[in-house]
């Protein structure tokens, strides 16, 4: 019975989407809401979020709905072919689950495989998790059936999705790779051509494949007929990849990590997603205050603080950092206090030094890498709230843009082979394991209630970006949307130079120089940075502050 209504609600939402859209102020950069706010990197996933929450469903039905319609309208970042993981927050129970349904290796891997050069491969795709987690969340903690949610969606996309300013620059950067498979150019290249800005891409064959899943379940993805198919393309271009992994794969249901930053409780993502960097991070940045420092868009001083506090996470989480069923992450230590004091007081604050790794326990500390695969990627994030407080946080990928560009079924394959890393690193290449990954699912708490929901895209930048707009609003008291605009930077152990954006001021960038920084300007709002998707709960007044980041396609819809 709870269905049916569902379903006759939705369907009042669905005749009148201007109401939806003309009162969630779908266009500006922040919106308040009072009954729940979807925050996604595509307008429609957004909008269709939104009318889940309106008809009755919960943050994790929206969530479910909106990582759907996000892998279909962002083609290159994400969809069923990858994987990711989503923090689940349910305000009655007070409880807090992390489902990781990130990608793993098959059991036959690849010969010599070189993440430059296969990264377009067959060989380069992993066990793709996304349409287990997605039902295992909306079976366990959802309201809304798999086989109505997955119709809507289907129904959502029958009509295509609209190519933006952001997508068609992204396909013609990516036209080699698009070219390359001949299911792919037939999708988003009509006539070997890139669509113009403002055309539409119907994709028959993905509502074909989720009105299958709608009728069959995952059961059809992981051992019917759309594992098969999978099988036989991996199998035609030289893959490893086989029906007995998708068969095997599990989703791993796990506690978040938590963490505490001035007067706020963090949950983040768990190993070998990098929450712990995170955490990290902000444990250094603890014991300086940032405010009194002024803020690092102008300041020098606690930009160089806040740069070298991420060189030295960086630096951890490349040594430490993998697979928890390989390897034994040291992620209490990672996470304390004390350790991130010894992090703290090696830095130098008259210049910028490289950073070395942290050892946490006898034992010689594996040699770190001169270059990280986690440097090139696309991916997308969902934030979400509804009325009686739940929330989600979920990220989810590809890996890089397009994945390895190989469509079955309407959908691209992942590429997530290059995550890994090569010689003896604890990321390296071993059967049945996820690689390790930057993505990190969050949310903050005060004072035992929800304050904020976060996430972003951005590979590598990912950790940077995300401890940034938490100290934008945390230390220096910004909105969501100035958070989102203030001009970032990414500072990484490995890296030879800081990447940051042209809207820092000249003089700051000429004082960041005279410190040794190693710059490198890049465009203001550069989509290098990321797209968070931001939710802050105003306090005084119980509103959802919705902000969707500039520098992508996304939108913030509340109700």
């Known amino acids: 019975m709870k269905t049916i209504n569902f379903i006759k609600n939705l369907a009042v939402c669905l005749i009148f989407p201007a109401y939806i859209l003309f009162s969630s102020n779908l266009f500006a950069g922040q919106i308040a809401a009072k009954n729940g706010m979807v925050v996604t990197g595509h307008p429609v996933a957004s909008q269709f979020g939104v009318e889940i929450l ?3 469903g919960n943050a994790i039905d929206a969530a479910v709905a909106a990582a759907i319609i996000a892998g279909v309208a962002e083609p290159h970042a994400s969809g069923i072919g990858g994987g990711g993981a989503m923090l689940i927050y349910l305000q009655e129970q007070d409880s807090l689950s992390y489902i990781n349904y990130y990608q793993q290796t098959p059991a036959l891997l690849p010969g010599a495989y070189d993440p430059a050069r296969d990264n377009d491969q067959a060989s380069s795709v992993l066990v793709p998790g996304t349409i287990a987690g997605l039902h295992f969340a909306l079976t366990n903690y959802g309201t809304i059936q798999w086989k109505d949610l997955l119709h809507l969606a289907a129904d959502k996309m029958e009509a295509g999705f609209r190519i933006d300013d952001h997508l068609h620059g992204i396909i013609l950067d990516s036209y080699e790779k698009l070219l390359k498979y001949p299911e792919t150019r037939q999708i988003y290249l009509p006539n070997d051509l890139p669509p113009a800005s403002g055309e539409y891409i119907q994709n028959v064959d993905i509502i074909i494949t989720l009105r299958k899943l709608a009728n069959f379940g995952p059961e059809v993805f992981y051992r019917g007929d759309i594992a098969d198919s999978i099988e036989t393309v991996i199998l035609q271009h030289g893959g490893t990849l086989r029906k007995t992994d998708l068969n095997n794969y599990k989703v791993r249901q796990l506690s978040p990590l938590r963490g505490n930053y001035r007067d706020y409780t963090i949950y983040s993502a768990p190993p070998p997603q990098s929450g712990l960097t995170i955490i990290e991070t902000l444990n250094i940045l603890e014991f300086k205050k940032l405010s009194e420092m002024g803020n690092y868009t102008k300041f020098a001083a606690s930009f160089h603080f806040m740069a070298e506090a991420m060189k030295r996470a960086y630096a951890d989480r490349l040594t430490y950092l993998s697979d928890p ?3 034994d992450v040291p992620t209490d230590v990672l996470i304390n206090k004390e350790f991130a004091r010894s992090r703290f007081e090696d830095i130098d604050f008259s210049k910028a030094n490289p950073a070395q790794p942290k050892k946490t326990k006898p034992g010689d500390i594996r040699p770190l890498l001169s270059s990280d ?11 979400v709230v509804d009325a009686q407080g739940n929330a989600v946080s979920l990220t989810q990928t590809l890996n890089r843009f397009w994945g390895c560009g190989i469509t079955v079924g309407g959908f691209l394959l992942n590429n997530g082979m290059t995550s890994f890393s090569g010689g003896n690193s604890v990321n390296r290449i071993e059967p049945n394991k996820q690689p390790r990954s930057t993505i990190s699912p969050t949310l903050i708490f005060k004072n035992n209630r929800l304050f904020m929901v976060i996430g972003s895209p951005g590979a590598g930048a990912i ?18 949307e100035a958070a989102n605009q203030a001009p970032r930077f990414c ?45 802050v709960v105003d306090f005084s007044n119980g509103e959802l502050i919705g902000s969707s980041d500039p520098r992508r396609s996304g939108t913030a819809i509340g109700y």
């Open 54 to 56: 309106k008809s009755g």
């Open 325 to 327: 069923l390989f390897v």
């Open 373 to 383: 695969p986690d440097d090139k990627g696309c991916t997308t994030h969902i934030s």
């Open 463 to 480: 950790i940077s970006t995300l401890v940034e707009v938490i100290c934008q609003i945390v230390d220096f008291n910004k909105t969501p």
């Open 491 to 535: 500072s990484r152990k490995w890296s030879d130079n800081l990447p940051l954006e042209s809207n820092f001021s000249p003089a700051l960038i000429d004082s960041l120089k005279t410190l040794g920084h190693p710059i490198r300007v890049m465009n203001a709002l550069d989509s290098y940075f990321g797209g968070v998707q931001l939710i």
